[in-house]
C-alpha cells in the first residue's frame, strides 16, 4: 500500500459561482442523514444528484438490486451541476451531494475497495468550504478548494472535522474505471502506482496452497508450486 496513489488535485477546476449558486437553491430540498450514523457527530447529510432509481433520496453509495442509475429529479433545475458530472467520461454509480456542519465530526474510518486501484474510485468538488476544515487522509491534511476536483483513494484511513462556523458541501462522484480515465490518471502519476500489492500469505498459508495446488494437474498450477517451494525453502 505504500507505494500507491492517496490523492490527486487534477489540473482543471469548475466554476465556483454556478456551482455554489445552483446549490444554494438545493438547501431547502430534503436531505438526509448520513447512513452510517456510527461514523459522526454533528450533522452529516447527503441528496443524491445520480442513483440508482434515479431517487434524490438514495443516497447509498452500495447498489441494491438492479435498478439502474440515473438522474435524480434536483437536476432537472441543475444544469451546470450536470455539466460538471457529464464532462467526466467514466461510468458512474452515484453522485452526491455530501453537507458536513459547521462543528461536525466524521471519525477516522475506511470505504473498503474504493480506490483506483480496484477498478472504482471516488472524485471530490469542493462546493462550499472553509479553511479550518480538517481532511485527514493517511495522516496527512488535505487542504481541497472550491472548485477544485480531487481524487481520494478512500481505502486508506480518513476523517473530517468541520472547525469552521458555515457547513461544507462537496459533490462526491464514485465512478468505474476506464480508458479516458486511465489517461486522466496517468498524467499525474506512474501507472504503476495504481496497481495493488499481492497480498503477503504466511508459511501456514503458502504451504496449504502448496497442498491445493498439487492436486491441480495445469502448467499454471505446475508453475505457481515452484514458485512457492522456492519461497518456502
Partial sequence: MENLVKHIR??????????????QNILTQKWI???NANDYNGDWSSIALLSQGGKS????????????????E????????????DSLLFEKTTARL?????????????????G???GVFRIHIPVITNPNV???????????????????????????ANKGTHDRIHLVIDGIRNEWTDQLFFKEANPEQFVKPEPQLTLAEKKLLLAQLKTM??????????KISKEIE
Fill in 33 to 35: 442523514n448520513h447512513y
Fill in 10 to 23: 487534477f489540473p482543471f477546476t469548475f466554476n465556483v459561482e454556478k456551482l455554489q449558486q445552483e446549490v
Fill in 74 to 85: 434536483i437536476t432537472t433545475s441543475c444544469t451546470y451541476l450536470k455539466d460538471v458530472i
Fill in 134 to 160: 480538517e481532511f485527514i487522509l493517511d495522516n496527512e491534511r488535505l487542504i481541497m478548494k472550491e472548485g477544485e476536483c480531487w481524487y481520494i483513494d478512500a481505502n486508506f484511513t480518513h476523517s473530517v
Fill in 217 to 226: 494437474n495445469t502448467p499454471i498450477a505446475e508453475e505457481l508450486i515452484q
Fill in 116 to 118: 483506483y486501484e480496484d
Fill in 98 to 114: 455530501l453537507r458536513l456542519a459547521a462543528g461536525a465530526y466524521i471519525k477516522p474510518h475506511t470505504d473498503n475497495c474504493l
Fill in 57 to 72: 433520496e438514495n443516497i447509498n453509495a452500495i447498489h441494491i438490486g438492479n435498478e439502474k442509475v440515473s438522474y435524480t
